[in-house]
């Protein structure tokens, strides 16, 4: 645990520069990305052992916050994605290693122009779907109760 | 006689290799990082761009889950990116934990939910069964 803060302290303290920096990012985003990865398959299995649960979990996620949340993740995954076919290229091609700097420029350059458009596309999704609860006089600042799922009970 | 073997000093390192599963489990992180990338980003690109949360309903999963084409590739998805996932956890965790009785009950753990993971939602993507919700 000593190990961990240790860790925590030094890699923000660290002028690794790019590859430090990449290292980090790598990881958070990995973490990040299990985190949800692991509440999000075990949820989505209810679909089949406990429909009920599962009807009311997709209408949490329509809850603005952990909407945001979705787009941190949508952020993880495409980052994680281009950096570890980077790691993977780098791994199998030593002769390139020359170019660990620019490879990282390359990285987070697909993933702003990847991720800035569907950014701003999902964050207007997010006011589009509060705008229209708005108009029929709801919000989507409530989370529908769970028996509202009953129906769909085994 | 003894002294000339004092003088001719030769280490002897002992090295036994106990398996190939850190070789495996390299290999399998970036092999399985080439088909996320298509399964994984695709699945984000598809579920949440495409499509979105905010009109997701039971009834959109089941309209998707009707056809074996989606179930299979859930799967496919599910079977990478849970092992892919628990092993990369299990890397970062090993530089904190320095006990290797600790690393040992640590990676029985892991694999246990890797297991355990796989085969409960395998079975609930396999035996979804659509018409309940159309």
């Known amino acids: 645990m000593s190990s961990l803060i240790l860790?925590?302290?030094?890699?923000?303290?660290?002028?690794?520069?790019?590859?430090?920096?990449?290292?980090?990012?790598?990881?958070?985003?990995?973490?990040?990305?299990?985190?949800?990865?692991?509440?999000?398959?075990?949820?989505?299995?209810?679909?089949?052992?406990?429909?009920?649960?599962?009807?009311?979990?997709?209408?949490?996620?329509k809850y603005p916050l952990i909407a945001v949340g979705e787009l941190v993740i949508m952020a993880a995954v495409l980052y994680h994605a281009f950096n570890g076919i980077r790691i993977t290229l780098l791994d199998f091609k030593p002769e390139w290693w020359?170019?660990?700097?620019?490879?990282?420029?390359?990285?987070?350059?697909?993933?702003?122009?990847l991720f800035i458009p569907i950014a701003i596309y999902m964050i207007s999704g997010i006011f589009g779907h509060c705008s229209e609860l708005a108009a029929h006089g709801s919000t989507c600042w409530q989370i529908p109760?769970?028996?509202?799922?009953?129906?769909?009970?085994? | 006689m003894a002294a000339a073997t004092s003088s001719q000093k030769i280490t002897v390192r002992k090295f036994q290799v106990?398996?190939?599963f850190e070789r495996f489990a390299y290999l399998f992180m970036r092999m399985s990082g080439v088909a996320l990338l298509i399964l994984?980003?695709?699945?984000?690109?598809?579920?949440?761009?495409?499509?979105s949360s905010s009109n997701l309903t039971i009834e959109f999963v089941a309209a998707q889950w009707d056809s074996w084409g989606w179930k299979v590739y859930d799967i496919l998805l599910l079977w990478l990116a849970i092992p892919h996932g628990i092993n990369g956890l299990r890397n970062?965790?090993?530089?904190?934990?320095?006990?290797?009785?600790?690393?040992?009950?640590?990676?029985?753990?892991?694999?246990?939910?890797?297991?355990?993971?796989?085969?409960?939602?395998?079975?609930?993507m396999a035996l979804f069964d659509a018409s309940r919700f159309q």
Do not use: C
């Not at chain 1, 109760?145 to 009953?150: E, G, L, M, Q, T």
């Not at chain 2, 029985?108 to 297991?115: E, I």
């Open chain 1, 7 to 61: 860790t925590i302290r030094e890699s923000l303290r660290y002028r690794g520069r790019s590859g430090h920096i990449s290292w980090m990012a790598h990881r958070v985003s990995g973490i990040a990305i299990l985190a949800f990865l692991v509440i999000h398959v075990w949820d989505t299995a209810n679909a089949h052992f406990w429909p009920q649960a599962y009807a009311w979990s997709v209408a949490l996620f």
């Open chain 1, 98 to 113: 020359m170019h660990q700097q620019r490879s990282a420029t390359i990285v987070w350059t697909i993933f702003l122009v």
């Open chain 1, 145 to 154: 109760p769970f028996s509202d799922f009953a129906k769909y009970a085994n």
């Open chain 2, 18 to 20: 106990h398996s190939n």
């Open chain 2, 40 to 51: 994984a980003v695709g699945h984000m690109l598809i579920q949440h761009v495409l499509n």
């Open chain 2, 92 to 124: 970062i965790l090993e530089d904190y934990i320095h006990n290797p009785a600790t690393v040992k009950l640590v990676n029985r753990l892991l694999a246990l939910f890797v297991v355990a993971t796989v085969i409960w939602a395998t079975i609930g």
